[in-house]
DNA sequence: ATCATTCTTGACTGATTGGTCAACTCTGGT
DNA sequence: ACCAGAGTTGACCAATCAGTCAAGAATGAT
């Protein structure tokens, strides 16, 4: 039917699969965020992504390798904001970026970031090889660099880990608690002016508690997306 | 009915019941936690809870009734630690009781804060009067008061939201990604001394990030349990 | 000992699930 | 015009699900 011409201008075939398989991971990621792997059925991502059941298993084997490509897009999508943790530049800059970054994932990727906490939540089944190597890798070089920081004098002296731990839940939370927080913001999501402000407290409050003074916002730009890799 | 005595060890019909119950209960909460509302099975819950499936129907009426039943005690007993949020104390005191308060219950009920956290990023279908009025009444009583601390200059000025979200935020971490907590801990739990280091880090961070210089941990003594309510 | 009541449980049911399949349409190349 | 291969889809299947039920076991009261 009328499927072949909602796709680009190009009719080429593999446009198609592109798209197809675009629209089915959105879906997915969606219906895994809200009811959990075991809670989500094909036929209701299907009805999502407005295509026939049997459409899915044409393209994604089955339910499981469906689940996997979405977890691993969204860690893809993690690896790239985590590397806004610049190992060279002042604690300040760093972690003042860095955490900026995770709030803005949070408002851009909400559906991905709840299927990693429904994920981690069951222990992992699928993903337990990324936590153990590319995220432990990840975390003891930033642990290092940490360390170092308070080695030189420049912040007050924590466990790193904590204070990982700390950034990775305040800012997850305002994407996995976000129906939370809309309700206690009388049923409204938060605005752009409330983002900003949740994301410079935030980063006031952790910067200041290891002893920095936070640097001013960075230009405010609060929809300019992202800069360069 | 006869319940004028007092119910003791007898192996009274009461006492079956309450103990069946108890035992469905705790095993719901697990599997809850584990797999969400769509991804538990009451043939998981009951072999977790060493009965027969049509036990379980025997004592609550549907899969329903159990998961509301388990949400509801967990609300319970987040009602209770929110009490050690006392508003009279000073700010010091209020919030390092009530951070220390949250990090034990992430330890001593992790089941149930994962069930709570699944619950939320489903839209709180079940849950969501509780949001819409214990919660926010009790967020707002503690707006008000942060407020006040902030109006009488006793603490940084900040977004009282914001800050609130952030304990609950990283306290909830320790829970619900305790899976993945253990695994950067190179597979082992977090021990007594990491706990109370985590405790005091997240403590001490939040306090000195608005101004207050954190109190001395308290009597250090990890295992006595909680004071009088 | 009798008996009403509570508790136990294997066997069952209708509904829903993930997944399959064969018949079908559409597309670009020739 | 024709065709090979990609894309589409309703109908179907075996497995699993929540929930039911009736027959029987256990218990306290009398």
Known sequence: MTQTESAAKTGSRTDIREENERRILAAAEQ???????????MQLIADKAGLPKANLHYYLSSKEVLYRRVVERIFNIWLEAADSFETSATPERALSRYIARKMQMS???RFGSKVWANEVMQGAPIIQDYLEVTLRDWTETRI?????????GLIRPVE??????MIWATTQHYADFAHQIETLNGGHPLS???WQDATETVCGIILRGIGLEPPAPEAAGRDRAEGAP
């Open 31 to 41: 219906v895994f965020a809200e009811r959990g792997f075991g809670g989500a059925t």
């Open 107 to 109: 408002r851009d990727y």
């Open 144 to 152: 290092a660099v940490i360390r170092r920081w308070i080695d030189a």
């Open 160 to 165: 790193p880990r904590w204070l990982l731990y």
């Open 192 to 194: 752009d002016a409330q």
